[in-house]
């Protein structure tokens, strides 16, 4: 393999995984792909090899401690980035649904090639913007979760994911120290997008991190009215 691995390898038996080689194979294979794709586009700030596997895959798989991902599940994962949390959870379940979701072509197209690179199946990656793809039929209210580590507001990701995910489905939010702020913040808009009082808020260990991480999670109970997601304009200066 061309990276040292051992930390990812380590870490996630820390969170209770089992690993194969060709796993780390295809982990050890994304390293080098957001490095090279990184030098012509900005993909992310962190390029030395240990702190992507620590920072975007330890944390990305650090969910794996707190729920059960089992079997053929759905997943969108909003405003995937360079594919965090999504890829990683979909190398170590592959057996689960999921869509990568990105409003920026580049992005997208770089999901695309990692995807054929790392012969990844049940994975589709869309460019759109989630407020316009939430309106689609096929994927309204289709999905047994939505992810986001995305740095926005909760009371912003919630117009986001929430419509996105089924009647008993989950919304789980990557969030830092301020989560129970932000949760507090966002329970009108968890109010009126389906998850009334079904929220919770569990810590996430992420193996060689010092930072706190918080997953904030939220349960669908009842069905988004359709009015939501607004237009992007609203959502941002005018959030539930």
């Known amino acids: 393999m061309e990276h040292d691995l051992s930390k990812l390898e ?3 038996e820390e969170l209770g995984i089992e690993i194969t080689r060709e796993q780390l194979q295809k ?55 360079a594919g965090f949390p999504g890829v990683p959870i979909k190398i170590m ?18 999901l695309s090639a990692l ?19 939430a309106r689609k039929e096929e994927y309204r209210e289709h999905f047994d979760f939505a992810l986001s580590r995305a740095v926005a507001p909760l009371n912003i990701l919630a117009e986001y994911c929430m419509p996105f995910i089924k009647k008993g489905g989950l919304f789980i939010s990557y969030k830092g120290p ?42 669908k109970i009842t069905l988004s009215p359709k009015k939501y997601p607004r237009s992007p304009g609203k959502i941002k200066k005018s959030p539930l």
Request: proline residues 2%; contains cysteine; charged residues 35%.
């Open 10 to 12: 380590m870490g996630i």
């Open 27 to 81: 982990f050890d294979r994304y390293i080098a792909l957001l490095i090279q794709w990184n030098k012509v586009m900005n993909l992310t700030a962190i390029v030395e090899p240990e702190e992507i596997i620590v920072d975007h895959f330890l944390d990305s798989l650090s969910i794996l401690k707190e729920v059960k991902f089992e079997g053929t599940i759905s997943i969108i994962d909003v405003g995937t980035g």
């Open 93 to 110: 379940k592959p057996d689960i649904q999921i869509v990568l979701l990105d409003s920026l072509r580049k992005r997208t197209e770089f």
């Open 115 to 133: 995807r054929d690179e790392l012969q990844l199946e049940d994975i589709e990656i869309i460019h759109s913007r989630a407020e316009d793809l």
């Open 178 to 219: 301020a989560a129970q702020d932000e949760m507090e913040k966002a329970r009108k808009a968890m109010d009126i997008l389906g998850g009334k009082d079904a929220c919770s808020i569990k810590d996430a260990y992420v193996p060689y991190s010092d930072k706190t991480r918080k997953l904030i999670l939220v349960k």
